[in-house]
């Protein structure tokens, strides 16, 4: 199983960004997918994560009507849309899937993970 982030890099406060991750390895349409990421000096946090079909979505408070998540499973891809960055949002992002066991909000939810993406935002 592979699990390819992609998109992150250098964007200004206030600006936007689209994550992309590509799956492959597994039968995608039937993983749930999140994201998740982890500052410098701080724990691996959960942003967000959408079931199997795309009908559920969940969020973490902080970034909740600024970050959307959605996926194309014809594509194996599910994609992070963030707007309105800011500093805080800095961090190395990473995509997983989750066959559903367990809330999603929590990593041990997800049986696989990709290499992150690095996301930087300038004040």
């Known amino acids: 199983v592979q699990l390819q982030a992609s998109g992150g890099g250098l964007v200004q406060a206030g600006n936007s960004l689209r994550l992309s991750c590509a799956a492959s390895g597994l039968t995608f349409s039937s993983y749930g997918m999140g994201w998740f990421r982890q500052a410098p000096g701080k724990e691996r946090e959960f942003v967000t994560a959408?079931?199997?079909?795309?009908?559920?979505?969940y969020y973490a408070d902080s970034v909740k009507g600024r970050f959307t998540i959605s996926r194309d499973n014809a594509k194996n891809t599910v994609y992070l849309q963030m707007t309105s960055l800011k500093p805080e949002d800095a961090a190395l992002y990473y995509c997983?899937?989750?066959?559903?066991?367990?809330?999603?909000?929590?990593?041990?939810?997800?049986?696989?993970w990709g290499p992150g993406t690095q996301v930087t935002v300038s004040s």
């Open positions: 959408i079931n199997w079909s795309g009908e559920s979505t």
């Open positions: 997983a899937a989750s066959a559903g066991y367990g809330t999603y909000y929590g990593p041990t939810a997800y049986s696989y």
